[in-house]
């Protein structure tokens, strides 16, 4: 997978704010770069040679784009090959989310919270036991057909119960 380079169009503080949940209110009027912030995910579902005109023609210059440019005899763009259904579906609702700047019903994908810290080891002296910690996915959370996040909500790592003078400490 090729990465997508766009110079100048990209606000880093507003990807940052994106990542860490914020998304401007309704009542705000976003930048073409808080746009892009949000589409540039979905555009590695086109074809890298289309994605450039993808992006002048359905973005730049705001022409509405649709389903039939990426296939029959209209078609103009073309999809990663093999890329599956829910990634077309979630690449139109970004879209149009982003076309109509109705950024409140964009996709929001989960992220973890911090990890917690480690569990009590509660083995006694010498013995071996388990400690636990955990984390939730609401750093946001996935709202409006967005991604679960992935991995483990539990990770777990064994401990010894320490001991001073052959009792549990």
């Given amino acids: 997978m090729q990465p997508i380079y766009f110079v100048g169009i990209f606000s880093f503080s507003f990807l940052f704010n994106l990542l860490c949940g914020f998304v ?47 296939s029959g005899k209209r078609a103009i763009f073309s999809w990663q090959p093999g890329l599956l259904q ?51 996915c609401d750093n946001p959370k996935p709202a409006y057909g967005g991604d679960n996040c992935r991995g483990q909500a539990t990770d777990n790592r064994t401990c010894v119960g320490a001991c001073s003078n052959g009792n549990l400490i």
Avoid: H
């Fill in 24 to 70: 401007p209110s309704p009542d705000e009027n976003p930048t073409d770069d808080q746009l892009m912030d949000i589409m540039r995910p979905e555009l590695n579902s086109i074809s890298p040679n289309d994605r450039s005109s993808f992006v002048e023609l359905c973005i730049v210059k705001k022409d509405e784009c649709s389903e039939e440019q990426f």
């Fill in 86 to 136: 829910e990634k077309k579906v979630r690449f139109w609702q970004t879209y149009k989310c982003i076309f109509n700047r109705q950024l409140e019903e964009c996709p929001v994908d989960g992220r973890w919270s911090k990890w917690t810290i480690w569990s009590r080891c509660k083995a006694d002296c010498d013995m071996r036991s388990w400690q636990v910690r955990t984390r939730s």
